[in-house]
DNA sequence: ACAAAAGTGTTTGGGATACACCCATGC
DNA sequence: GCATGGGTGTATCCCAAACACTTTTGT
C-alpha cells in the first residue's frame, strides 16, 4: 500500500519536474537530485576458429578512443536489464544474437570513461563459427586471436583479463563447447578448444576417455554405428560394477585440471594477456607425441548430448564431473 | 590528447549547465540528456560462529520496505567507486570495516526499486567474530543464522542465493577460514566452517589429514610443540619420496568436494535459501560416530600460515589444492 | 611416397574413502 | 560416571597418469 502510494509520488514529482523543464527550454531533460552515473555494458565474445580462441572487437568510430578497439557494447536504457542491454548492444553493432551470456561483473573505476562516469557491466558470450558468419560482415567488427589483441580502448584490457580468469573458472563447474563448436565436432577440436581456453596440453587418449565417461556426448547422426560403438566401449568399462551415476561414489566431482595428463603452455603472447599465466605452471614443454596443433585428417564427428549437457550448465550446484 | 581536451570541454558543459540551473532556482541539480539508473550497492556480510554459518541484515527503517530486513549497503557516490562505496555504507551502518569484499554482480532488474530505477552492484563478506563485537552495537543490525533468515527487502532473497552459490563456487578456488575464524582455531570448528559452507558432512580424520596437507595451517603458538609435532607426522608422509611442491605431481589440483568423504546434510530450513541443494545430493544421513554439532571439549589450536594462505588467494589461477 | 593425425589399451602408483577404539573433559 | 567430542592409523579400491605402435588420409 505505501509503496504504491510512494511510487506515485515520485511519479508526479517526477513529471513535474519535466514539465517545469520544458517551459523553461532546458534541452538535457533528466534531473536528479544526487549525480548519477551512466550504466553501460561490455561484452567479450569469444569464438573458436578450430584452432584458437578468438575475441570479437569493434573499432570505435567516435572520441574517445577513436581507432581503437573496443568491445561491443552501450549504454543501458532506462527500460532494460543489464543483460537485456548487452544483447541488444551485440545485435545492433555486430549482428550476433546469442542466447547464453554470463556476467563478469561490474568496472566502476572513476576514470574509466573521459565523457562522464560510466560503470560498465561486463558479460561474456560464446559463439559458435556458424553464428559467425551472419556477424562476420557488420563492418568495423572483426576478430582477433588471442594472441594477437591490440591495445584495447578504455580499460577493456582489463576486462579481458578478467574474462579469460573466469571462462577458466567456469569451465570447471560447466562444459563448454557446445556454444564455441559446429554441430558435430572431432574430438580433436574439442580437446583444442579446452587446451585453447585452459592454456595446456592433453594426452589425446586419456581426454578421449574422460570426456566421453562424462555422457555429454554422442555420435554425431552421419556415423553413427561406429561411433556408437567407440561410445559402448568407453562406458561399458564401469557399468559391470555399477551404472555410472548410480551410486555415492559416483556423484563425487573430480576436477578438471590434472585432468587427461596436461601439460602446461607458455603464456599468451599477447601484451594485453601477458601476465594470465597458464592453469599449471609448468615451464618446459616437450612437443612429443603427443604435440598436435594442425587439423589435418578428418576423424569421428561427435555431438553434445543437449539435455545432459543442460542439465549440467542449468544446476548451478554440480560441479563438472570429469 | 584529445581525451583531455574532451575532458575539459566536458566538464566545462556541465559547470555552465549547473550555474544555469541555479540561476533558474531549479533544485534538483545533475542533469542529463538521456535518463541513468541510480547505482547502489549491497553486501552479503557472512559471520561464523563456531557452529552456523551466519549473515549480517539491517532493518530498514524507512520505505520502501519499512520494517523489513535487508543487506546493508546504499547509493554510490559519483567519485568512488562501486567497491569503495560499499565498503562505505557498511562502515557507516554497521561499524564493520573490512578488508576484503568480493563482487557477486549486478542486479538491475527494472523494477527491483519502486522509487527509481536501481541498479545494485552486489558483494559478499567474509568477517571473523573478533570484528563483529565491534559492530554489534550499531543499532538495527543484527546477526541470522542461515535457517533463521526472514523475508528480505527488494530482490535480498535472490541475491542471498546468489551469494551462497558463489560462496560455494569461491571455496573451490581459495582456502576460506582466515576471514571467518579467529587467530588460533580448532580443527573441529575449521571443519565445521566447511561444512556449514558447502552443506555437507566430513569426516573427521580424512578432513585433517587434508587439511594439514596443504600446509596452509599452523599451529597456533601456545602450543607449538605438540601440533608442530603432528603436522610433521603428517607433512612427513609423502615426504620420503618427494618434496610436497616439489614435482610436478604435486601441482596438480583435487577438488575440496569428493573432499574428506563427505556427507550432504539436508538443504537449508530458511525458506529464502530452501531450493539451494547441498553440494552433493545424497539424501540419507546415518548420524554415526562421524556426527559432531556441538563445540565441546577444547581442541588443540592451529592458525593460518598468512603468507601461504595469501599466496593462494592472490593468484586466480591456482586452483585450490586439498 | 611421405608427413601428419587418428585410432586404440594397459599398467601403475597416489590418494580418496571407509572405518574403530581409547582417552580427556565437561556436565 | 556418563556422554560427548578429541586424538590417532590403516587397508582398499579407484582413477589419473604415463605411455607406443599401427592405420588412415591429405598433399
Not at 558435430?184 to 596440453?201: D, K, P
Not at 555415492?248 to 578438471?256: C, V
Request: with cysteine; proline share 4%.
Amino acid at each position: 500500500m505505501f509503496l504504491v502510494l510512494e511510487k506515485v509520488y515520485f511519479c508526479v514529482k517526477f513529471t513535474q519536474l519535466k514539465i517545469r523543464q520544458k517551459k523553461e527550454g532546458i534541452s538535457m531533460s533528466y534531473t536528479y537530485q544526487y549525480p548519477h552515473p551512466a550504466v553501460a555494458t561490455d561484452c567479450v565474445v569469444f569464438g573458436f576458429d578450430g584452432k584458437e580462441l578468438q575475441i570479437l572487437l569493434i573499432e570505435r568510430g567516435l572520441e574517445p578512443f577513436k581507432g581503437m578497439w573496443a568491445f561491443p557494447g552501450g549504454f543501458m536504457r532506462i527500460q532494460e536489464t543489464a543483460e537485456e542491454c548487452a544483447r541488444r548492444e551485440l545485435s545492433e553493432e555486430t549482428g550476433l544474437s546469442i542466447q547464453v551470456l554470463k556476467q563478469l561483473g561490474v568496472f566502476s573505476g572513476v576514470n574509466r570513461d573521459p565523457r562522464e562516469r560510466v560503470v560498465s557491466v561486463a558479460f561474456y558470450a560464446l559463439v559458435c563459427p556458424s553464428d559467425v558468419k551472419g556477424g562476420d560482415d557488420a563492418h568495423d567488427a572483426r576478430w582477433f586471436a588471442l594472441d594477437d589483441v591490440p591495445q584495447l580502448a578504455f580499460d577493456h584490457d582489463f576486462i579481458l583479463r578478467k574474462a579469460m580468469q573466469q571462462l577458466r573458472k567456469d569451465i570447471y563447474f560447466e562444459p563448454i563447447g557446445f556454444e564455441l563448436l559446429d554441430k558435430a565436432f572431432t574430438m580433436s577440436e574439442l580437446q583444442r578448444l579446452y587446451e585453447a581456453i585452459l592454456g595446456v596440453r592433453f594426452d589425446r587418449r586419456n581426454f578421449e576417455k574422460k570426456m566421453l565417461q562424462t555422457g555429454i556426448l554422442q555420435p554425431a547422426d552421419e556415423e553413427y554405428d561406429s561411433v556408437a560403438e567407440s561410445l559402448s566401449r568407453c562406458n561399458a568399462v564401469p557399468e559391470p560394477k555399477r551404472a555410472f551415476f548410480g551410486e555415492r561414489r559416483e556423484m563425487r566431482t573430480k576436477s578438471i585440471d590434472a585432468l587427461f595428463g596436461a601439460k602446461a603452455e607458455s603464456p599468451c603472447k599477447s601484451n594485453v594477456l601477458a601476465d594470465i599465466a597458464p592453469c599449471e605452471s609448468i615451464s618446459s614443454i616437450e612437443d612429443n607425441e603427443n604435440a598436435r596443433r594442425k587439423p589435418g585428417r578428418k576423424g569421428r564427428k561427435f555431438s553434445f548430448n543437449k539435455d545432459k549437457y543442460d542439465r549440467f550448465k542449468q544446476d548451478n550446484n554440480f560441479r563438472f564431473e570429469f
